[in-house]
């Protein structure tokens, strides 16, 4: 990997405790950031921590309260924060008129509710850095990487709560670049086409399922859908979680600190 330093950086990954998040907060890691990790299931946020040294904040990201406790564990474990990841995410499908409001609302409140509840309750600390360091007349560039997928950006067909919320997401990420511009926050988002994790395997009766609120989710993709889906990937293939997660860390490092506003999409070429 190129050298990118994040020493004394401080990164916070939401639905890092597997898949692609896990990838992002492992490849954090080895950049030298301390790591500030979050997923539903405690089980993989102890695993995830023993790992690569991270400090785990098990819990629902889609809880009213969470960001709040999430942000200020992080602050005060590390003392700063200058880098969040917004990628806890899952998928509920279905045709339009069997979208229950529920389902529907699950969407936005995982992919939209939750990551703008972060960065609200991460404002205060940024806009008071900033303002410290500017004083200072000393530049720090903080980041924000608020994940999405070609469904937000294309739409998809079976998917009108998945792509709303990933389109919403980056209507949160515009913004947010310009309201933060000014405390050199670069915020930005990273679209994913089809990478290797359980939200594509093909969908089964014992496949893999969510656990929302008591209630299991199955998560995947219908297994014919997938492989028309696959046909039409220019690079001919999956992407792989590390692959997913470098170009969330070009966005995490000094080598985007004039990229700002931007979605990026990782998808092999793919378009839907
Ligand atoms: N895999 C793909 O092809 C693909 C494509 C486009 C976008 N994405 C997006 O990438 C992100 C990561 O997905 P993945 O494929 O790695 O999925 P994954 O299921 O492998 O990992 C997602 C993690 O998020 C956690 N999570 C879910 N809801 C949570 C909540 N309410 N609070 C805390 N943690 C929660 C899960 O427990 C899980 O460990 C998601 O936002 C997803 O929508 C994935």
């Known amino acids: 990997m190129i050298g990118i330093d994040l020493s004394k950086r401080t990164a916070l990954v939401t639905g890092a405790g597997r898949g692609i998040g896990r990838a992002i907060a492992t490849q954090l890691a080895s950049a030298g950031a301390s790591v500030v990790m979050n997923d539903l299931d405690q089980g993989l946020?102890?695993?995830?921590?023993?790992?690569i040294d991270a400090h785990g904040v098990p819990g629902d990201v889609t809880e009213p309260n969470f960001a709040q406790k999430l942000v200020e564990s992080a602050i005060a474990k590390y003392g700063s924060l200058d880098i969040i990841v917004n990628n806890a995410g899952y998928t509920w499908d279905n045709v339009i008129q069997k979208t229950t409001d529920e389902q529907f609302q699950a969407m936005l409140d995982i992919h939209l509710m939750a990551p703008f509840r972060i960065l609200r309750a991460?404002?205060?600390?940024?806009?008071?850095?900033?303002?410290?360091?500017?004083?200072e007349r000393r530049r720090v560039t903080r980041?924000?990487?608020?994940?999405?997928?070609?469904?937000?950006?294309?739409?998809?067909?079976?998917?009108?709560?998945?792509?709303?919320?990933?389109?919403?997401i980056i209507g949160l990420t515009?913004?947010?670049?310009?309201?933060?511009?000014?405390?050199n926050v670069t915020v930005?988002?990273?679209?994913?086409?089809?990478?290797?994790?359980?939200?594509?395997?093909?969908?089964?009766?014992?496949?893999?399922?969510?656990?929302?609120?008591?209630?299991?989710?199955?998560?995947?993709?219908?297994?014919?859908?997938?492989?028309?889906?696959?046909?039409?990937?220019?690079?001919?293939?999956?992407?792989?979680?590390?692959?997913a997660a470098n170009a969330v860390l070009f966005f995490c490092s000094p080598l985007s600190d004039y990229v700002t506003g931007e979605v990026m999409i990782c998808g092999g070429g793919m378009h839907f």
């Not at 515009?174 to 405390?183: I, L, Q």
């Open 45 to 51: 946020v102890d695993e995830v921590c023993g790992e």
């Open 143 to 168: 980041k924000v990487v608020n994940i999405t997928s070609i469904a937000g950006t294309d739409g998809n067909p079976g998917q009108a709560g998945y792509s709303s919320g990933k389109a919403g």
């Open 122 to 135: 991460a404002s205060c600390y940024i806009r008071d850095t900033a303002k410290k360091e500017a004083a």
């Open 188 to 243: 930005n988002a990273v679209g994913f086409g089809l990478i290797e994790t359980r939200l594509i395997q093909p969908l089964s009766a014992d496949g893999a399922s969510i656990d929302i609120q008591g209630r299991q989710i199955p998560v995947g993709v219908q297994a014919s859908v997938l492989e028309n889906i696959k046909k039409s990937v220019p690079l001919g293939r999956l992407g792989t979680t590390e692959e």
């Open 174 to 183: 515009k913004t947010m670049a310009k309201e933060w511009g000014r405390y």
